[in-house]
């Protein structure tokens, strides 16, 4: 019963039928479209793939992407996917080739360490003009060199940049 409803037929009629449906305890099945679920088990699911992902242990991915989400409809470029997914679980021909070919761990020739998309990416002192020239708002605004910033879901530069950076210093090609 809805009191703005007094006096009114059509409203009046409605709550009497609201009150008998209440009483008889009866629930009458209706259909429902399955349209309608797929948000709800969409979400389900996102939820149940983010907790597994969160308890993973010595997930290298979960550094720069640690949110799971569902890939995007739009188009791509395969060979831009497949080298971003390379750069960010850090496993490439230049960085880990040596395992397929029985080999030493590479080194860095200008710095002694060992080889990394990320000492490549962010601390090799070499490659400091480089990264000025490519990632010129990291300098202006003082952010860090962070693979996230670079290579994560949220980048501070398009990807687009990182590959120039990369073309740039002649790694490109071996990644």
Known sequence: WVPSHVGIQGNEKADRAAAEAAASGEITPT????????????????HNWQEFWTTQKDNKLHV?????????????????????????????????????????????????????????????????EQRKKHFQQFYKYYLPFHPTLLIGDEPAVPFQKVLHFLEDINILNKL
């Not at 259909?31 to 996102?46: T, V």
Request: with cysteine; proline share 10%.
């Open 31 to 46: 259909a429902f479209p399955h349209q309608d679920l797929r948000p709800l088990l969409r979400r389900a699911i996102n």
């Open 64 to 128: 720069i992407k640690p949110y799971v989400r569902s890939p995007g409809s739009s188009p791509s470029n395969r060979l831009q996917d497949t080298l971003a997914s390379r750069l960010r679980i850090g496993h490439t021909h230049l960085t880990h080739g040596f395992l397929l070919r029985r080999e030493d761990p590479p080194i860095c020739v200008h710095c002694g360490v060992q080889l990394t998309i990320l000492h490549i990416l962010c601390t090799c002192p070499f490659f400091e």
